[in-house]
């Protein structure tokens, strides 16, 4: 399967051959169900590890921590799955049998969907993603010299302190490896007993695509981000709601994505420095709850079944540093 952005609905260096200078590119990664292995770039798949590296762990939950055991949480959106793909009643209501009904309620029930408690021992990190240079040109130029493979894990719960601007985020850990150098790879990955719900990656193959991107307005100089806006409402003016806009339609894809640049929509912007050395950082991977918003929609139409969603259903970027990519990383949410 290719999965491809649309066509933009207008060059907007155009109008602003500025913006030239400004632009990045970034791998939209497109995640999908699938079954990947660890040989392959993934979201929720099985990870590269050596079997002689200790599995990294969380320590800061304490005893009675609510969550839901990850076979229950997957029981209960494969159930799901299966009533949603069936065709509809005769009054177009969903087609439960009773006992899918009553288990579906059973699963549900709970206080926000946390049926379980954590026992107090240290909670192995989860295996969020892994992503291969072969597989995510745009992963090169952050890679430390030699190594080819990103591997992220975390933490899935959201009572973390893990981000630049004392914010709440699941604890985000990166790792880069050679992947020649992993001989003997660990057969079977530890995985938290108990997990938040959202957190939890379903196996997803990727569909990594490059596209061009541009800044989020506060980043521009004042007086383009200015000349920018007095654009759009005059387009707007005159198109109305078939305008596009600079921010949502023709300077940053939603979506999981390596690279480019960040968004900071809820917040607006707050710049993010290296705690090693004061280096601005640039923004390394965009886990988002979304793969579409605009008219970054990808065709074609099959919905994206991560199964995450980060803080309000929004979005987790990691941040490096650009002067050394061995300084610690930042977390930061929208």
Request: with cysteine; charged share 25%; proline share 12%.
């Amino acid at each position: 399967m290719t999965i491809r952005t649309p066509y933009r609905p207008l060059d907007i260096t155009v109008p602003f051959p500025e913006l030239k200078a400004w632009a990045r590119t970034a791998a939209r990664l497109h995640p999908r169900a699938g079954t990947p292995g660890r040989a392959d770039s993934s979201v929720g798949g099985p990870v590269l590890w050596p079997a002689d590296e200790a599995w990294p762990v969380c320590e800061e939950h304490a005893a009675g921590t609510p969550g839901i055991a990850p076979g229950r949480e997957r029981r209960y959106r494969r159930l799901l799955r299966e009533v949603y793909d069936r065709p509809r009643t005769a009054d177009g209501g969903l087609a439960y049998t009773p006992e899918e009904r009553a288990e579906i309620d059973t699963l549900s029930a709970e206080p926000w969907h946390r049926p379980d408690r954590h026992d107090g021992g240290p909670v192995p990190l989860l295996a969020l993603a892994q992503f291969f240079t072969r597989d995510v040109p745009d992963l090169a130029p952050f890679a430390p010299p030699g190594a080819d493979l990103l591997q992220v894990l975390w933490c899935p719960f959201y009572e973390h302190e893990d981000g630049p601007f004392s914010h709440f985020g699941p604890h985000t850990r990166l790792f880069w490896r050679r992947a020649a150098d992993v001989t003997e790879p660990l057969a079977v990955q530890p995985e938290p007993a108990v997990v938040e719900g959202g957190y939890l990656p379903d196996p997803c193959a990727l569909h990594p695509e490059q596209v061009v991107e541009y800044p989020f307005p506060d980043y521009l100089p004042e007086e383009l981000a200015g000349r920018i806006e007095s654009w759009e409402d005059a387009y707007q003016a005159r198109l109305g709601d078939a305008a596009p806009w600079y921010q949502y339609d023709l300077s940053m894809a939603p979506g999981w994505k390596i690279g480019g640049w960040d968004s900071w929509h809820k917040t607006d912007l707050i710049r993010v420095y290296c705690d090693t050395c004061g280096t601005e950082m640039r923004v390394l991977l965009t886990i988002d709850s979304y793969d579409s918003g605009g008219s970054w929609g990808p065709y074609p139409l099959v919905a994206p079944s991560t199964g995450i969603k980060v803080g309000r259903d929004g979005e987790y970027r990691a941040f490096v540093c650009p002067a050394d990519p061995t300084h610690p990383h930042r977390m930061a949410m929208q």
